[in-house]
């Protein structure tokens, strides 16, 4: 294991900070961070959001076990994930998707097989939910290991804006397009994994739209919805596909057309909109954005009833 994450409280990151200081790390400051120290080849940053600690590098592992969880977290959870989560090593896909809350770019939803083997090779990789993880880059190497992995099997749907835009149009409601997206790719894995029974994903919409899509092509399984599910480690996984893709096609097409997407909902996104705009006028914003979002009737000056900004 050479990365480790999770979150922790204010009272433990003062803690842990006590702690480093008795270890003789050294601090640096980092943005975003409550914290950065460094020992060697080990670093630890405890940032802002959630709080959470974030452990990196070489002795990562030992780290964890020997001073995070006995010290600082009170639990032991390294080495015991199949007692406390004996589902998540049991054959299942794992759902998740990156772009449905920023304005430009595609949907992405991705999924991923793992039975015990493969969540064991993940779990030492580092794979975690692809929210915690702050580096476009990280998220690229992770991507290129969960794609390597033995007995893995992988699948991506890629909802470009101008097809977004259609099928937001035919759906009129995001958490059904959301179902049909998964459906997609539900029954793609199905295709690879036929024995599989069953799939995880965030909660997020009745799931008898999924099942309903399906059945149109005779395909069954059990599907598992829950909040949080991005801590089982294949949904992780599958939100770390999910989100290279989604960065891959932001650059690539702003090198194209000249000009940087930024990702979300921002002022910043509102000026790159008008640029997009004034380089190819107004129907070019349909081919990056996505156009409910009030950002565009912003943009366009048109009226709106949606309630994204």
Not at 47 to 73: A, H, M, N, S, W
Not at 114 to 137: F, P
């Amino acid at each position: 294991m050479n990365s480790y994450t999770i979150a922790i409280q204010p009272s433990q990151a003062e803690a842990l900070r006590k702690l480093l200081k008795e270890q003789g790390f050294e601090f640096a400051d980092r943005p975003y961070t409550i914290f950065f120290a460094q020992k060697a080849k080990l670093s630890v940053a405890v940032y802002e959001k959630g709080p959470k600690v974030v452990v990196q590098g070489k002795g990562t592992e030992d780290f964890v076990r020997f001073y995070l969880e006995p010290e600082i977290l009170k639990e032991a959870r390294i080495g015991y994930e199949e007692v406390l989560n004996p589902a998540m090593f049991e054959p299942h896909f794992g759902i998740d998707e990156s772009g449905k809350g920023d304005f430009f770019g595609p949907l992405v939803i991705a999924g991923v097989y793992v039975d015990r083997e493969i969540a064991r090779r993940l779990l030492s990789l580092g794979v975690t939910d692809s929210k915690k993880i702050g580096s476009d880059r990280r998220i690229r190497q992770l991507s290129e290991e969960i794609d390597k992995t033995p007995g893995l099997a992988a699948n991506i749907v890629l909802i470009g804006p101008e097809k977004y835009n259609l099928l937001y149009e035919k759906f009129a409601n995001l958490n059904d397009l959301l179902a049909w997206g998964h459906a997609r790719v539900i029954e793609n894995l199905l295709q690879l994994r036929p024995e599989c029974k069953r799939s995880l994903s965030d909660k997020f919409a009745n799931e008898r739209v999924i099942r309903r899509a399906l059945l149109k092509r005779a395909r069954e399984i059990q599907i598992d919805q829950q909040t949080k599910a991005e801590s089982d480690i294949a949904v992780a996984a599958a939100s770390i596909l999910a989100r290279e893709k989604f960065v891959r096609w932001m650059d690539d097409r702003g090198k194209v057309m000249g000009i940087a997407l930024p990702k979300g909902v921002s002022a910043t996104v509102k000026s790159a909109a008008r640029a997009v705009v004034e380089k190819g006028g107004r129907d070019s914003l349909r081919t990056v954005a996505k156009m409910h979002f009030r950002t565009s009737s912003e943009v366009l000056q048109e009226p709106t009833n949606e309630a994204k900004s």
